[in-house]
């Protein structure tokens, strides 16, 4: 459950528990839903922003460390990138090619 998820289960519970009313005897509560929805909404909220890389664990220093200036960064697993630069070559020198059409 991401931050937007989140943030729509605790506008939805917060309607549900202040701005809708019910019968006097319903068989199911939305005061009670709502706040379940809130609670839900707001667990999800905070996860997210612990688990967020700036704020979460990045935070406290469970990060990868900075990388150094020119050094590429490197994912366990996978090769490091190779770059091929193909330079152009310049056409053969031959004879001229035909003459253009005459002047009007």
């Given at each position: 459950?991401?931050l937007p998820?989140?943030?729509?289960?605790?506008?939805?519970?917060?309607?549900?528990?202040?701005?809708?009313?019910?019968?006097?005897?319903?068989?199911?509560?939305?005061?009670?839903?709502?706040?379940?929805?809130?609670?839900?909404?707001l667990g999800?909220?905070?996860?997210?922003?612990?688990?967020?890389?700036?704020?979460?664990?990045?935070?406290?220093?469970?990060?990868?460390?900075?990388?150094?200036?020119?050094?590429?960064?490197?994912?366990?697993?996978?090769?490091?990138?190779?770059?091929?630069?193909?330079?152009?070559?310049?056409?053969?020198?031959?004879?001229?090619?035909?003459?253009?059409?005459?002047?009007?």
């Amino acid at each position: 459950m991401g931050l937007p998820v989140s943030l729509i289960l605790i506008a939805v519970g917060a309607i549900l528990a202040f701005a809708v009313n019910q019968d006097p005897d319903p068989a199911v509560d939305i005061d009670v839903v709502g706040w379940v929805l809130l609670l839900v909404g707001l667990g999800g909220l905070l996860l997210s922003l612990l688990l967020w890389e700036r704020w979460g664990p990045g935070y406290w220093g469970w990060h990868r460390g900075p990388y150094e200036a020119g050094a590429q960064a490197r994912r366990p697993g996978y090769p490091s990138r190779r770059t091929v630069v193909e330079e152009e070559e310049e056409p053969p020198a031959g004879p001229p090619g035909p003459p253009g059409p005459p002047p009007p």
